[in-house]
């Protein structure tokens, strides 16, 4: 499985990043997150609470 975290305003869009999925044959997600191409820097806690959301089912 395949996660993949994008920027609303990126430039990257969500059908690109929906690309990721030829490189595994399980699931590919993607969660979008407003900003840029540096949303990361303004969004730590939302991605924070997704990553450990994925984590946390992990095994189930």
């Known amino acids: 499985n395949i996660t993949v975290f ?6 990257m869009t969500i059908e690109g990043l929906d690309d990721w999925d030829r490189y595994t044959t399980g699931e590919c997600r993607v969660h979008m997150f407003e900003g840029g191409h540096f949303f990361i820097n303004d969004r730590a806690e939302d991605i924070i609470n997704t990553v450990n959301g994925i984590v946390s089912g992990i095994g189930n």
Do not use: I
Request: hydrophobic letters at 0%; zero cysteines.
């Open 6 to 11: 994008g920027g609303s305003e990126d430039e």
